[in-house]
């Protein structure tokens, strides 16, 4: 028997009931999600509700943007359905402040609203989460000998940190495909962990989002039905990775061998590298220019490698893979002291930036992508074909 404390709320079951339990949980929000998005791709088409083409735009037809709604339902409507067997009444702040994301989201696709005042309604969700449920961050696990906060300060780091990961996620939804890959590579790095450090809320919650977030993907690389996540999709999914991280960082995740000696903190920083680099620089390239670090641009990363060439999907796994690999770099110094690890990850990001924004990376990986391809010669008197390499392929 498995027992699983949910919320400070046990349920038992054996491993197969639990498997399918899983398995049901993964499988609703599958379904619901791509049930919705038609359905919403139709409706924003009839009524007009496609986002106006600007200079910011890197698609020259007018696409819905209200993926969200179907990730949201499918969350949303997953969870209540099986609350019975997730219950307690922490779930239920948790789908109240989900639900300030979605519609501040779905605002701000629909009508636009600044900044400053997204930023204040996330804070209100973040707030009223956190002052409920007590789910903080406690310290920083020796980071600049700081081990444990005071409630106060905790509660005030934990706000930031839900705005500052929200919006550092939906920064990085520019290109098709990107952010949906990105969510679905961190979700299942966390849930693999909560699993193994039996945390088994977060993990069929990882599952559930991930299930929510595979059926808009397909609609999101379709050319026939293509639909954008639009901020209602990046506010909501950007809330659950979070929560997922605060919890993660709360784990002792030494105790799983591979991990032994490791830091959560390390882990979920490599984690999250590239919306946190692409954030820090876009924000100096703004001050530096003297404008709003809010005002929007065509400068950040996933811009350049557009402009260096590389496809959408090229862009997505890059990033994916580059996730995967900053997670694998953590191995490597993980006996180093906390602040020493964190100076390793920044020099590494310093690094990405520098060959991010200089180096010909689209050149590169043309060549590498490239294949020698065999010509067949005329008959020789023999009968014999003889084949060559095309030496120009090969250096092109």
């Given at each position: 028997m498995i027992m699983i404390n949910i919320f400070n709320s046990s349920i038992s079951f054996n491993v197969e009931q639990g498997l399918i339990f899983v398995f049901v949980a993964f499988l609703v929000a599958m379904i619901i999600s791509y049930l919705s998005h038609p359905i919403v791709i139709k409706v924003s088409n009839l009524k007009g509700l496609l986002p106006q083409i600007n200079n910011r735009s890197i698609h020259v037809n007018k696409t819905p943007s209200l993926g969200g709604i179907g990730i949201f339902l499918a969350l949303n409507l997953t969870i209540t359905?099986?609350?019975?067997?997730?219950?307690?009444?922490?779930?239920?702040?948790?789908?109240?402040?989900?639900?300030?994301?979605?519609?501040?989201?779905?605002?701000?696709?629909?009508?636009?609203?600044?900044?400053?005042?997204?930023?204040?309604?996330?804070?209100?969700?973040?707030?009223?989460?956190?002052?409920?449920?007590?789910?903080?961050?406690?310290?920083?696990?020796?980071?600049?000998?700081?081990?444990?906060?005071?409630?106060?300060?905790?509660?005030?780091?934990?706000?930031?940190?839900?705005?500052?990961?929200?919006?550092?996620?939906?920064?990085?939804?520019?290109?098709?495909?990107?952010?949906?890959?990105?969510?679905?590579?961190?979700?299942?790095f966390f849930g693999s962990l909560f699993y193994l450090t039996r945390n088994y809320f977060m993990f069929v919650l990882s599952v559930i989002l991930i299930g929510a977030i595979i059926p808009f993907l397909i609609y999101n690389f379709s050319k026939k039905n293509k639909i954008f996540m639009g901020d209602t999709g990046s506010m909501t999914i950007g809330f659950v990775l979070a929560y997922q991280a605060i919890n993660f960082i709360s784990t002792d995740i030494s105790e799983i061998t591979m991990f032994a000696n490791s830091k959560s903190l390390i882990c979920f920083l490599a984690?999250?590298?590239?919306?946190?680099?692409?954030?820090?620089?876009?924000?100096?390239?703004?001050?530096?220019?003297?404008?709003?670090?809010?005002?929007?641009?065509?400068?950040?990363?996933?811009?350049?490698?557009?402009?260096?060439?590389?496809?959408?999907?090229?862009?997505?796994?890059?990033?994916?893979?580059?996730?995967?690999?900053?997670?694998?770099?953590?191995?490597?110094?993980?006996?180093?002291?906390?602040?020493?690890?964190?100076?390793?990850l920044g020099i590494i990001w310093l690094l990405t930036v520098t060959v991010i924004d200089n180096l010909k990376l689209d050149v590169l990986f043309k060549n590498l992508k490239s294949k020698s391809k065999v010509i067949d010669l005329p008959d020789t008197a023999n009968n014999k074909k003889d084949t060559i390499f095309n030496l120009n392929e090969l250096v092109s």
């Open positions: 359905f099986l609350g019975n067997y997730l219950g307690n009444y922490k779930l239920l702040i948790f789908l109240g402040s989900l639900t300030i994301m979605f519609f501040v989201g779905l605002v701000d696709d629909l009508i636009t609203i600044s900044a400053k005042s997204k930023i204040v309604f996330q804070v209100i969700a973040a707030s009223y989460f956190i002052l409920i449920t007590n789910v903080k961050i406690e310290g920083l696990q020796g980071l600049f000998g700081i081990y444990e906060f005071p409630y106060f300060i905790s509660v005030i780091v934990t706000i930031i940190f839900f705005v500052v990961l929200i919006n550092a996620y939906n920064l990085i939804d520019g290109v098709d495909g990107l952010a949906g890959c990105f969510a679905i590579v961190i979700s299942l984690l999250f590298s590239f919306p946190l680099i692409d954030t820090m620089r876009i924000f100096y390239i703004r001050l530096k220019a003297g404008v709003s670090p809010f005002k929007a641009d065509k400068n950040h990363l996933h811009h350049v490698l557009l402009s260096k060439g590389f496809k959408h999907a090229e862009i997505s796994l890059i990033v994916c893979a580059y996730t995967i690999l900053m997670v694998l770099s953590t191995f490597v110094f993980k006996e180093l002291a906390i602040i020493k690890q964190v100076v390793i």
